[in-house]
């Protein structure tokens, strides 16, 4: 009897460790596939992070683009200012009536710097931004997109407020009339003096004066912080490349 009831207990006791095995493995296997899927997503987010960095290289060479042809425009203005102030220190002797306004319509200050944001956009929705390995790159995106976008807003607002006041002064004063061609220029399209009637004597006023001089102010202003926005551009372009 003493036998029959040992060989009965080891008989009950076989099932039992097996459960306790299979029990195991059971937890082991779904922490195993828990562990393989974080791995999944974790190396599908890497590879989308890394996918919006190599497109943040190419918007960044579109928006350097966009800034040189802006400088350029600046920088065109900032000639006809000069121009137009030499004359008007000479008493109107270097330049003829249909000089000065053509030099006048040249003076384009109200255009501004638009970055794509768009990648930065999906780089924050989707947190690949925190992804990012290299903290330079990652603190030079923030720079771009928050602190020198806010600033570049604020400063294109007030020169566009300017801008306003330096047109309506110039149309309201000489009567110009042009033909305008939208296919050509760099931004917005090219202006051809059509007729006018000059002014000599508001040309020749300290408002007149003012206004470009004023125009000059804001042309260099700007064109220095381009030229911020344009050094963190190549900084962030050269970390981009390596982070990928």
Known sequence: MA???????????????????????????????????????????????????????????????????????????LRCIDILQDDIDNNHQILSDQQALETILCIEIGHSFFPKDGVYAQLVSTGALELIENTALKNGLLELFTHQKERNFATSKEIDNFNIQLRNSMFKN???????????GVFYGAKILKGSQFNLKYYKSDAFYGLIGQASLYANMYLRQLSDIRTNYTKVALLALEEN
């Open 3 to 77: 036998e029959e009831k040992e060989f009965s207990n080891e008989q009950t006791g076989i099932p039992w460790k097996r459960r306790i095995l299979e029990g195991l493995f059971i937890v082991f296997s779904i922490l195993i596939s828990f562990f393989l899927e974080d791995i999944r997503q974790e190396n599908e987010e890497i590879e989308k992070k890394n996918e919006l960095v190599a497109d943040l290289t190419i918007v960044v060479e579109e928006d350097q683009m966009q800034i040189s042809a802006l400088e350029k425009t600046l920088r065109e203005s």
């Open 174 to 184: 000489f009567r110009i009339r042009f033909d305008y061609d939208s296919k050509d």
